[in-house]
């Protein structure tokens, strides 16, 4: 190996040293952020960014197995009621407390609903969640119906058949 390929990786081994050893002194020092009041530094929201768009694009296609009609869609306007309005709100669309204190904002559902997503992409971030958000993983609290269910509602929400709507806008998110 010639004197200056040995140089070159040299410099690059040091460069990337001090590069991680000035990472570990920020985050020791307390000056990455950790408070979930501010905005996330760019670098975060490009990773998380980057890396969710990258994962949801290798999912394989799937449709829902289970058929959207009233029972189906009422549970998954239940299910959407106990476990998701407290952050994604209700079909006014106006946060709740708890919504408006989340870092990174959720998007509120009954505004901005996800029924243009492909079906495996509304289950697998139900089911799996999303990291560096407060989105929590539900497959170990509901069972593939239930979650199918809750991707029925997800799809549907913005034209809902007439007993399923009533019992959607009857949802309350718990906003003040």
């Known amino acids: 190996m010639s004197s200056r390929l040995r140089g070159f990786i040299a410099g690059a081994v040091f460069v990337l040293l001090v ?7 920020a985050v020791k020092g307390g000056l990455v952020p950790a408070n979930a009041d501010s905005r996330p530094p760019r670098i975060e929201r ?3 960014s980057t890396s969710l768009h990258a994962m949801l694009a290798r999912l394989p296609k799937q449709n829902n197995p289970v058929a959207a009609t009233d029972k189906n869609l009422i549970a998954g306007v239940k299910l959407y009621a106990q476990h998701c309005a407290v952050c994604h709100g209700d ?5 709740s407390a708890i919504a408006k204190g989340l870092y990174v904002r959720a998007p509120q559902l009954g505004k901005d609903g996800v029924e243009d997503d ?3 992409i509304i289950y697998w971030k139900v089911a799996h969640g999303l990291r560096w958000t407060g989105m929590p993983a539900f497959a170990k609290s509901l ?3 239930q979650l199918w269910q809750i991707t029925a509602f997800l799809k549907t929400m913005d034209h809902l058949p007439p007993a399923a709507d009533r019992v959607w806008r009857q ?3 718990g906003r003040s």
């Open 19 to 25: 590069g991680a050893v000035a990472g570990y002194i």
């Open 171 to 173: 949802v309350k998110s």
């Open 91 to 95: 079909s006014s669309g106006t946060p």
């Open 143 to 145: 069972n593939d119906t």
């Open 118 to 120: 492909p079906d495996q």
């Open 46 to 48: 490009w990773a998380s």
